[in-house]
């Protein structure tokens, strides 16, 4: 494989990473449009919410079985188009069948999608010999700073839920799948074992076996990183509004704060990873993002609260990119199975992080609710020396991509 192909490899996954954005975001910011179209009532809509990351964690899970016979570059060929198309249902139903079903595929799909884009990521990632995952993710935050605010315009003039979502699915849709067909991974992604395995796709090797016990510390912190995320994206409005006194209005701009010093740390991130190394950069990641939460929880007014939300978005935005790419390295014969596990406790985090604030605010205070998330990111400073070996062991200078072997 040529350096043009590598770069063709990565800016095709990144366009992925950036599909992805938008369609979770306008899925996710549009909940009370579905929830007004179907009729869901508000005990039932939790049941909706959780089954979506259930059955992405489903998918992710049946993702680590398929790679083992086809390429990650497949699964997401074929599930990204799927995801889009369970959007569109989810916005052309009537009944209450028609959103569970669709819904259902989409959370299926999205776990197999993530799966795959972070095993491409993190198989890029080696054939270039320098941290570049991070940008991925900056792709993902501006694809959903996207489809958030094409959400916003489609509520803004009364649009349907299809009429919103038909011409964005028409034009993502058809660019994604001819984007697909540069999809790269790097060397060693077609190596054999004496079985004829795939190298990076099995679940046992000879010097790369994938032990639980050794991935763990990566899983636990996903799952703090992905509790403080939805911590933010469910109660900052609610927080600013209730707790610190803030206006309606001023109350929506916490999470758009977020996901834009989100990007902005992103876009930047993998410069400080091969300065620094990725050790380094999830502690300072980490002590930034404990910070925010302590300023949010002692904060006297809303634009206190916001300079703490701020600190958040840069802080957390470094931690998940980054813990896939250690998953890589840690088990480099094992890279795609590794990815596929620790990506179900994102959606673990997902799950666990709002009704746990939730509960907390309603039992003690919100303000102490803040000091949770605090203390959990926190403990991700004990597990940093899992994102070692540094950068500098595979080549962290270099500032060309390696030219790799893939067939």
């Known amino acids: 494989m040529t350096d043009a192909g590598l770069r063709h490899g990565r800016a095709s996954l990144g366009l992925s990473f950036g599909v992805q954005g938008v369609a979770f975001a306008l899925l996710v910011t549009r909940i009370p449009a579905i929830q007004d179209q179907y009729g869901i009532s508000d005990g039932l809509l939790p049941v909706f919410l959780a089954a979506v990351p259930i059955l992405a964690g489903a998918g992710s899970v049946a993702t680590e079985k398929v790679v083992a016979r086809v390429r990650p570059g497949v699964v997401l060929r074929w599930a990204q188009p799927l995801v889009l198309l369970a959007l569109l249902g989810v916005g052309a139903g009537r009944e209450m069948w028609h959103v569970a079903v669709a819904l259902g595929v989409f959370g299926l799909a999205v776990g197999g999608l993530d799966a795959s884009m972070n ?36 509520a803004r003039w009364e649009l349907s839920l299809l009429a919103s979502y038909l011409p964005v699915v028409a034009v993502l849709l058809p660019a994604a799948f001819v984007g ?74 916490p999470y758009n704060v977020y996901m834009v010093t989100t990007l902005l740390g992103r876009a930047v991130g993998d410069l400080g990873v091969r300065r620094f190394g990725a050790v380094a950069v999830v502690r300072g990641g980490s002590l930034l993002a404990a ?94 020396r899992a994102f070692g070996p540094e950068p500098a062991r595979y080549g962290g200078g270099h500032e060309r991509p390696r030219t790799a072997d893939v067939g």
């Open 119 to 154: 095993m491409l990521g993190v198989s890029l990632q080696r054939a270039y010999g320098r941290s570049i995952m991070t940008g991925f993710h900056a792709v993902y935050s501006l694809g959903g700073i996207a489809g958030a605010s094409l959400a916003w315009a489609g």
């Open 180 to 253: 697909s067909r540069w999809y790269t991974e790097g060397k060693g992604a077609e190596e054999k074992r004496p079985d004829g395995t795939e190298a990076g796709a099995g679940s046992v090797g000879a010097s790369g076996a994938l032990s639980f016990k050794l991935l763990l510390p990566l899983c636990l912190i996903m799952t703090f990183a992905y509790i403080g995320d939805s911590t933010v994206s469910n109660w900052s409005a609610k927080y600013l509004q209730d707790v610190l006194g803030s206006s309606e209005q001023l109350a929506t701009v």
């Open 291 to 384: 910070g925010g939460f302590a300023v949010v929880a002692v904060a006297p007014g809303a634009w206190v609260g916001m300079l703490g939300f701020t600190m958040l978005g840069f802080g957390l935005c470094v931690i998940v990119p980054q813990t896939f790419a250690a998953a890589g390295r840690m088990f480099p014969e094992n890279s795609d199975a590794a990815v596929a596990r620790l990506n179900i406790f994102n959606y673990v985090g997902f799950l666990v992080g709002s009704p746990l604030v939730g509960a907390l605010g309603d039992a003690w205070s919100y303000r102490g609710a803040m000091l949770v998330p605090m203390v959990l990111v926190l403990a991700t400073l004990v597990y940093a």
